[in-house]
C-alpha cells in the first residue's frame, strides 16, 4: 500500500521525526485552517509532483482561493486531486535524499542517501550515479555509528549527532510500521534542526495482520478521498482481494497461476485475438474464490467469452471445478466460458465440468483456440 | 543425483498435520519421497501414513536424521518454522509458504546465510527430480525423468513446460521453481550453475516473466559460465506497463522489465529463445539432448 503524503508524515510525527506544520485542506471552506504564507500539496500517489504543477506557494487568502480551487478540481498524471496539503514554509539551508528500503538483489535492507536531494533519484541514478550512496544494513547487526558518520561525512552534514538521530528513526519506523520503502526527499538541513519536507512510505501488504487497525484505517482513508473513477470489476476485484488487471480486448481470463496467466494472455495474443483482463488466483484458491473470481471478471460486460485457464499444483481441481458449477447453479450463463483444467484431482474436476455440459480440454492451446473462434463467430 | 534431491534424501514435514500439508505429504508419499518425519507443536507422539510426528524439529533430526525439510506452515507462523529448520542445521528448506512480510523473509535468508542452509522460495512449488523424489506440490503425472533441467520463477509455468516436454517423449532432470514471491532464497544463476555441473543435465530451459531485472543477471550468467544450452522463454510479452501481473515482481518499471529487453539481453548471451511454450519442445530436440 503507498501511502499518501499526509498520511506517511503523520506516521513520522507519531515516531518523533520532525515534519513541517500543516493542515489538511479537502474542500474550500477549509481555507480558513490555513496559516500563510502556504505552500499548497496535492495529495496524490505519485512522484514528481513539482513539475506537475501540483505543489504551490500562496501568500494570502485572496490568492490562496482560486488556485486551492483548481488544484482540488485537477487530475495529476491520472488521479484526480484528493485532498491538498497546506504548510508553513521551511527555510531551507540544504536539501539532501535518504531512504531506508530492501535490496531485492542483496536480500538486505538497504540505507541510501544522496546530496541530491529534492530531485527524482531515478534521474540522480541516470545523470549523477555517483551521488547516491548505498550501505546495507544487516539486520542482525543494525546500524552502526560509523555508517552513520560516513553518511553524514558524504552528504557534508554539520551536526553529526542529529543526523544520526533521524536516520536511526527512521529505520525504526521502518521496521516497525513493515515498510517496504520509506523514502525522505527532500530532507531539509534547516536553522532550527533536519525536517522531513516530503515522505513516500509503501506498507507490505503481506504484513497487514500485525498491524490491522493501523492498515485498515490507512485504507478506509484512502477510499475516502478517492474519486478515481472505476469500472465495476475493478471495485468488485479490490473489495474481494483478488488480483486483476483490466486490458483492453473481449476475452475474459482467469488463471491459477501468475506464470501460466500471462502465458494465456500471450497465446490470446498469438492467435489474433485481445484479453480483457488479468486475473490470477493464487496458489492457494478453494472453490469459493473460484466462484468469487467468476463473479468478479464477468462484471465486465465487454467480457463476451471467457478462459478459465487451470494446471493444479497446490489448487485442487476438484474444488476449482465445484466452484464453477457453484457460479452456474447461482447465476444465468452470459457468456461461453472455455476451460483448461489439469492437475491436481482433474480427473474428479473434468468430468464435473463435462457433466455440465461446458467445453474443458486438457490442453492449454486447444483451450484458448477454442474461445477464440467462439469469439469470432459471435 | 540429479540437483539437490535424490531418491536417498530423507525429508521432514512441517505442518504435516494440516489440511494442505497431510494431503501434499500422501501425495509425495505415492511418488516414493522418502518422508521420514513431521512436525506439528503439539501432535508430537502420533503417526500419519506411518510417519512419526514430533513436536519439535529437533527431536525429528536426533531421531531420524533429516537432509531435507519442507514447509506448509501458514504464513503467520511460517518465519519460526523456518528459523527451527535453520536452527537444526538441516541443509535445504523448501519454503511453500505465500504471503509473508518480507521483513519475515529477509530475516530468515540471514539466518539461512549464516547457518548454511539452502533456502528455495519461499512461494515456491519446490523441486521435483523426476522418478526420484519430489519435494513440493507439483502435479507429478507431468513429469518424467530424462535430461532437461527447469528452472523457474513461476511454478504453474513450470508445470505447463513440464507437461508439453513429457508428451513429446523429452523428461527432466530436475524441475525448480525458485519462487513467485518479491524476494527468495536460491537464486536463478545458483540453479544454472547446479545443472551445469550436473552430469545428468544436459540441456535447461529457463522461464522468466516481465518486470525487474532477473533475466538480465541470469543473461550475464549464461554469457560467463553456462556451456550447456538454454532455451528461454519469457512470459508477458503484451504486458502494460506499470500493472502488476500477478507476481509482487511481475509489473514493467522503465525499458529494463520488458520481454523484448529481456529476450535481446539473453539471445546474445548464447541463450535459444522460445518464442512460445509450444515451441521448447521441438527447440530442445534441434539441440540434440
Redesign the interface.
Known amino acids: 500500500m503507498r501511502l499518501l503524503e499526509f498520511q506517511a508524515k503523520r506516521l513520522l510525527a507519531e515516531k518523533e521525526i520532525s515534519i513541517p506544520k500543516g493542515a489538511l485542506i479537502s474542500s474550500p471552506n477549509d481555507l480558513q485552517k490555513i496559516v500563510f504564507p502556504a505552500l499548497l500539496k496535492a495529495q496524490v500517489p505519485v512522484g514528481g509532483r513539482g513539475k506537475a504543477g501540483a505543489i504551490k506557494r500562496v501568500e494570502q487568502a485572496q490568492e490562496a482561493l482560486p488556485v486551492l480551487d483548481e488544484m482540488l478540481a485537477s487530475t495529476i498524471k491520472g488521479h484526480p486531486v484528493q485532498a491538498v496539503l497546506a504548510e508553513d514554509p521551511v527555510e531551507v539551508i540544504g536539501e539532501v535524499y535518504v531512504a531506508y528500503l530492501t535490496d531485492k538483489q542483496a536480500n538486505m535492507p538497504l540505507l541510501m542517501a544522496s546530496s541530491a536531494g529534492g530531485v527524482d533519484i531515478e534521474e540522480v541514478a541516470h545523470t549523477t550515479p555517483e551521488l547516491i550512496i548505498k550501505r546495507h544494513i544487516d539486520p542482525f547487526v543494525g546500524v552502526q555509528d560509523y555508517e552513520l558518520r560516513f553518511l553524514a561525512k558524504a552528504l557534508q552534514i554539520v551536526d553529526l549527532q542529529a543526523f544520526a538521530d533521524f536516520i536511526r528513526k527512521i529505520c525504526a519506523a521502518s521496521q516497525e510500521l513493515d515498510a517496504t520503502l520509506l523514502e525522505i526527499n527532500p530532507l531539509a538541513l534547516t536553522p532550527s534542526g533536519l525536517i522531513a519536507l516530503d515522505a513516500k512510505i509503501l506498507l507490505d501488504d503481506k504484513a497487514s495482520y500485525r498491524h490491522q487497525q493501523l492498515f485498515s484505517q490507512l485504507k478506509d482513508e484512502q477510499k475516502k478521498f478517492d474519486r478515481t473513477a472505476k469500472t465495476k470489476a475493478v471495485e468488485l476485484a479490490e473489495e474481494r482481494q483478488i488480483n486483476y488487471v483490466s486490458l483492453k480486448g473481449n476475452i475474459g481470463m482467469i488463471a491459477d497461476g501468475a506464470g501460466t496467466g500471462m502465458l494465456t494472455l500471450d497465446m490470446i495474443y498469438d492467435m489474433g485475438a485481445r484479453p480483457a483482463n488479468f486475473c490470477e488466483m493464487g496458489g492457494m484458491a478453494n472453490a469459493e474464490i473460484m466462484q468469487r473470481t467468476i463473479e468478479v471478471v464477468l462484471a465486465d460486460k465487454r467480457v463476451e467469452v471467457l478462459v478459465i485457464s487451470l494446471i493444479g499444483g497446490l489448487t485442487r481441481m476438484d474444488e476449482m471445478a465445484e466452484g464453477i458449477v457453484r457460479y452456474l447453479k447461482d447465476n444465468d450463463q452470459s457468456v461461453p466460458i472455455v476451460i483448461r483444467m489439469c492437475g491436481t484431482k482433474a480427473d474428479i474436476g473434468l468430468p464435473m465440468l463435462r457433466g455440465m455440459g461446458l467445453d474443458a480440454f486438457e490442453d492449454l492451446a486447444t483451450t484458448v483456440r477454442t474461445a477464440v473462434e467462439q469469439a469470432r463467430n459471435l | 543425483m540429479a540437483i539437490l534431491i535424490d531418491e536417498n534424501t530423507r525429508v521432514l514435514v512441517q505442518g504435516i498435520t494440516g489440511n494442505?500439508g497431510s494431503?501434499?505429504t500422501g501425495?509425495m508419499q505415492d511418488y516414493g519421497t522418502n518422508t521420514v518425519a513431521g512436525v506439528t507443536p503439539g501432535k508430537g507422539g502420533t503417526e500419519i501414513f506411518g510417519i512419526p510426528v514430533y513436536d519439535l524439529v529437533e527431536e525429528a533430526v536426533r531421531e531420524r536424521h533429516v537432509d531435507a525439510a519442507i514447509s506448509f506452515v501458514p504464513?503467520?507462523f511460517a518465519k519460526d518454522a523456518a528459523m527451527e529448520v535453520i536452527g537444526s542445521s538441516i541443509p535445504l528448506l523448501v519454503l511453500?509458504t505465500?504471503?509473508?512480510?518480507?521483513?519475515d523473509?529477509?530475516?530468515i535468508?540471514?539466518?539461512a546465510a549464516?547457518k548454511g542452509t539452502t533456502v528455495l522460495g519461499p512461494?515456491t512449488?519446490g523441486l521435483i527430480s523426476p522418478g526420484k523424489c519430489k519435494l513440493?506440490?507439483?502435479?507429478h503425472t507431468?513429469f518424467m525423468k530424462g535430461p532437461v533441467g527447469i528452472v523457474?520463477?513461476?511454478?504453474?509455468?513450470?508445470?505447463?513446460v513440464g507437461?508439453l516436454l513429457t508428451e513429446s517423449g523429452i523428461g527432466q532432470s530436475t524441475v525448480v521453481g525458485i519462487g513467485?514471491g518479491?524476494?527468495w532464497?536460491l537464486s536463478q544463476e545458483s540453479v544454472l550453475r547446479m545443472f551445469e555441473e550436473d552430469p545428468e543435465t544436459e540441456a535447461i530451459v529457463l522461464?522468466g516473466?516481465?518486470g525487474?531485472r532477473l533475466e538480465h543477471?541470469a543473461a550475464y550468467f549464461i554469457s560467463l559460465y553456462m556451456k550447456k544450452p538454454v532455451i528461454a522463454l519469457i512470459?508477458?510479452?503484451?504486458?502494460?506497463e506499470g500493472?502488476?501481473?500477478?507476481?509482487a515482481?511481475?509489473i514493467i518499471e522503465g525499458e529494463e522489465g520488458t520481454a523484448a529487453s529481456k529476450i535481446k539481453a539473453l539471445k546474445k548471451a548464447g541463450a535459444i529463445i522460445a518464442s512460445?511454450?509450444?515451441n521448447i519442445p521441438e527447440l530442445i530436440k534441434k539441440v540434440e539432448v
Open positions: 494442505v494431503f501434499q501425495i504464513a503467520r511453500t505465500d504471503g509473508m512480510p518480507d521483513q523473509v529477509l530475516t535468508l540471514r539466518y549464516l512461494d512449488p513440493g506440490v507439483h502435479p507431468m523457474s520463477k513461476s511454478g504453474s509455468l513450470s508445470y505447463e507437461r513467485g518479491p524476494i532464497g522461464l516473466e516481465v525487474g543477471d512470459v508477458g510479452r503484451m504486458a502494460p500493472v502488476q501481473m500477478g507476481h515482481g511481475a512460445s511454450s509450444l
